[in-house]
């Protein structure tokens, strides 16, 4: 599609929607999805441990800005 065909309406939401659509098909077409993999928690991580340790982390990281 060439931009004169794009740009062939008058209407700004018709040219918008023309234009991100083809902006969508071309990042679908020339780009590849690549799944992200999650590991399982280790058996002996419960769920209190894991808070404390997003609580470490979020506290190191308030530190870390100051």
């Not at 309406?9 to 071309?26: A, M, Q």
Request: charged share 30%; hydrophobic share 35%.
């Amino acid at each position: 599609m060439t931009w004169d065909e794009l740009l062939t309406l008058v209407d700004v939401e018709g040219n918008w929607l023309k234009f991100s659509n083809e902006i969508t098909k071309l990042v679908d077409s020339h780009s590849r999805n690549i799944p992200s993999i999650r590991y399982p928690l280790k058996p002996w991580i419960t769920s209190e441990i894991q808070k404390q340790i997003n609580r470490k982390k979020n506290l190191w990281q308030r530190y870390d800005i100051k």
